[in-house]
């Protein structure tokens, strides 16, 4: 069973506008929580992060929040360009004091000119 | 280069064949980390590393996959008799300490093909 889930494979969005990409874990016991971003043939690249002892983080156009009673992440990108076009991965660690990193299937996201 | 590098890029090898999979990861980092990412899916965990030892094997499908880190540096998945549902793409990360927090690089991967 999927413990972290990116129900949306894909979104397209206008040059400009906001983008909102949306992530559900089942355990509350995850402490941390991250977004890759991956384009064709390369590995994924970190974005941002954020801890289970915070409900926002944001970095330039990037900011994540975080409802731990929905158990529910969302990447927010304002504004979108073009550039942002990629795999964007949810991403959950900490569980029981795992190292590993529990990922999402991803959601496509195009920003269209 | 500065980053995770895997060789190669691209195996293709026949069913029932042994493969194996390098990583080179950033110099000086302790935390290496192997996954599998099957086509529509996310990244799935197979091992960790913390220096020289699997601190974490519990992603190993079966005793066809094995990894090594002997120098606590350079890593090796290696899989015996390979089978076509191994056909995936295989990412190496490494970050500076381990650490669920700490931001893990990843290289570009390793798309292995079992004909």
Redesign the interface.
Known sequence: DQQVKQNSPSLSVQEGRISILNCDYTNSMFDYFLWYKKYPAEGPTFLISISSIKDKNEDGRFTVFLNKSAKHLSLHIVPSQPGDSAVYFCAASGLYGSEKLVFGKGTKLTVNP | GAG?SQTPSNKVTEKGKYVELRCDPISGHT?L?W?RQSL??????LI?F?GTGA??D??LPNDRFFAVRPEGSVSTLKIQRTERGDSAVY?C?SSLA????T???????TRLTVV
């Open positions: 995770v935390a980390y996954y529509g899916q996310g990244p799935e965990f960790y913390q601190a974490d519990s992603g990412l990360a381990g650490g669920g927090n931001e893990a690089f990843f290289g570009q991967g």
